[in-house]
């Protein structure tokens, strides 16, 4: 699916309250959180930034987004990592899909995860759909291309 800019401006704008629940519904601590994604790929997935209170003007938290219209029969689940030593969008995406990857595998040998990210479904089929979800970040991640702005 090809956006245009008006589309992907929409689609970004209406993702941002789902953001804010999902930092509300997680306790997640924050200052400001951004209302545009630091980075996007409408309308799969956005990663937004979340302001440290401990340290105003800088990321505390990285939030991975999904869709939230429900238009997306199997959306890129929300989750969030502390930016810690994640300082650029680039490196937060690359973490969630090892996260992810890590959670898939733990997964195919049986061993649940409690938490974020959230998936519906049975054990086996929520590590499949991480599993290829967590190869499509690596895959963004690596996109010299994607990322051509940000260097």
């Not at 690359?94 to 409690?114: E, I, M, R, V």
């Amino acid at each position: 699916m090809q956006l245009d800019d008006a589309d992907d401006w929409a689609w970004c704008e209406q993702q941002y309250p789902a953001v804010v629940a999902y930092v509300s519904a997680q306790q997640i601590p924050h200052g400001e959180i951004c209302d545009w994604p630091e980075w996007d790929c409408a309308p799969y997935l956005g990663l937004w930034a979340v302001e440290d209170p401990a340290d105003p003007g800088y990321v505390g938290h990285w939030i991975l987004v999904g869709d939230s219209s429900g238009s997306q029969p199997q959306p890129v689940p929300f989750d969030h990592l502390p930016a810690d030593e994640l300082a650029e969008p680039r490196e937060a995406l690359l973490a969630f899909a090892k996260k992810w990857a890590a959670l898939a595998a733990a997964a195919c040998q049986g061993q649940d995860w409690l938490g974020s990210p959230s998936l519906p479904g049975e054990l086996n089929q929520r590590a499949d759909q991480l599993k290829r979800q967590a190869t499509l970040l690596q895959q963004l991640a690596e996109d010299d291309e994607l990322w051509q702005d940000d260097d």
